[in-house]
């Protein structure tokens, strides 16, 4: 599924977030892939993602550390990851260039400076997924400001529920944004939810005072 | 997911991670409705949720065989279904597609991710759209478990048995030729008013030769252009696909 499409927010706000997935095809080539998806997770590990993790083990933003995600790659391998700067995901590109290890390579995130760095490095895209926006019973949907976090679990399973508690908890002092921005985050397992773009909406939906209060949890 | 009684200490730790609200404290216990439950996973991950007593566990053996079982299947990433081999709700769709060549030139790939965002979704709310593309003589993805719920796909009626089965998401994909593009697209506008639930909307088109995307005019006249992100595949991948073969 395109768990790493859809994300809500402004333009602006969507420059810092991209989703990297490096991904063996079921039935064609992932057979012996998981020695070049170990590269993978090495090299994209060394330039710097924000957070990086796998459904079988977690994230790191929930404890979990690099080797353990390597250890755990499945049979049919793949790598997800985010990058918080179009200069890191321009790395990622170089090395994956560099590389050429024939594993099918995604980007997420805003098209224009996608396109512009493929170009920039001599790359034909073959495909997109666009995201024609949401669609029916739009009434049941959160606030705007709640889903630009939610969206980022593709997966849905960041809770509304959650999202509220923690940002009432930051509004009232006894949160600091970091540390909401890392507990919402937790329950993304496969590591695609940017917990940097996190912070600058909590900063932004519920300014943090530092006069009223601990960190809390 | 059940919860073990005599395990609970009524801490309330696991309250808010459940996407779609189904625990709750009675008498100083954590409770799951069972009906809102669709089987995620979230509650018993020990790294999201970390109940110290363990008390919450899943009781697959019960749910085996029996139609509850696919909750787990749309809407736990962690699990893989047993028919597609994938894990996750849909394919591998754009992820792979310049080694599968799913969409081609000249085709386009829509996804319908019913329940998405964050509300979720019945299959009898799913039976709404796909007997809507009925007409349209719609080959569904193989490789989706959703359609392996379907009971005529010519007709797309789902399974009885699924129907008010409760998922986070399920997504309706396909491919079909570009001049078809317009007339479903518009379908799909017209049913999202019927429904009770939301939906996310992808579509798949490979680049020309020259960088184009022919789906970019109609889209616009349609009023549905693409949001400014998207998910673009480097087309790295080999062997490589993107004409399909006659």
């Known amino acids: ?217 | 997911m059940l919860i073990d009684k005599e395990k609970c200490i009524g801490c309330g730790i696991c309250v808010p991670y459940c996407p779609t609200g189904a625990i709750s404290m009675s008498d100083k216990k954590a409770t799951i409705d069972q009906v809102l439950c669709v089987e995620c996973g979230n509650c018993i991950r020990p790294r999201v949720v970390r109940c110290s007593p363990q008390a919450i566990y899943e009781p697959y053996e019960q749910i085996k065989g029996t139609p509850r079982e696919v909750r787990r299947y749309f809407s736990d990433p962690a699990t893989v279904h047993g028919v597609t081999g994938v894990p996750g709700r849909g394919t591998e769709e754009v992820k792979t597609n310049d080694v599968t060549g799913r969409v081609c030139r000249g085709e386009v790939g829509i996804a319908i991710e019913m329940g998405r965002p964050c509300i979720g979704t019945t299959f009898a709310e799913v039976e709404k759209l796909t007997k809507a593309l009925a007409p349209y003589g719609i080959e569904y993805e193989e490789g989706n478990p959703l359609t392996h719920l379907l009971e005529d796909r010519a007709k797309g009626v789902f399974k009885e048995v699924y129907k008010s089965e409760s998922v986070l998401s399920a997504i309706v994909e396909f491919t079909v030729k570009l001049e078809h593009m317009a007339e479903i697209l518009e379908t799909i506008k017209g049913t999202a008013k019927e429904l009770d639930t939301a939906f996310s909307l992808d579509l798949i088109c490979c680049f020309e030769e020259d960088g184009s995307v022919p789906a970019l005019p109609e889209l616009e006249r349609l009023g549905m252009k693409p949001r400014a992100n998207a998910k673009v595949n480097l087309g790295m991948g080999r062997p490589y696909k993107i004409v399909r073969e006659a």
């Open chain 1, 1 to 217: 599924m395109t768990h790493s499409l859809h994300r809500r927010g402004g333009e602006a706000d969507l420059k810092n977030d991209y989703v990297l997935l490096v991904t063996a095809a079921s039935g064609i080539n992932h057979v012996g892939s998981k020695d070049k998806l170990r590269q993978v997770l090495e090299e994209v590990w060394k330039i710097g993602p924000t957070n990086i993790g796998s459904n079988e083990t977690g994230t790191i933003l929930s404890g979990v550390d690099i080797e353990e995600i390597r250890a755990n790659l499945m049979d049919i391998p793949r790598v997800r990851c985010n990058f918080a700067s179009k200069e890191k995901i321009r790395q990622a590109i170089e090395r994956l260039l560099e590389l050429d290890l024939g594993m099918s390579v995604t980007v997420s995130g805003p098209t224009m400076d996608i396109l512009e760095l493929c170009k920039e490095y001599g790359i034909k895209p073959h495909s997109v997924n666009f995201s024609l926006d949401i669609w029916g019973k739009k009434k049941k949907l959160p606030p705007e400001e709640a889903l630009e976090l939610l969206t980022m679990c593709g997966h849905s399973l960041i809770s509304k529920i959650l999202v509220e508690e923690t940002v009432t908890k930051v509004r009232e002092g006894k949160m600091s944004p970091a540390k909401a921005a890392i507990k919402i985050g937790h329950p993304c397992v496969c590591g695609i939810y940017n917990p940097d773009r996190a912070q600058a909406i909590l900063a932004r939906v519920a300014p943090h005072n530092e006069d009223s209060g601990g960190e809390g949890l």
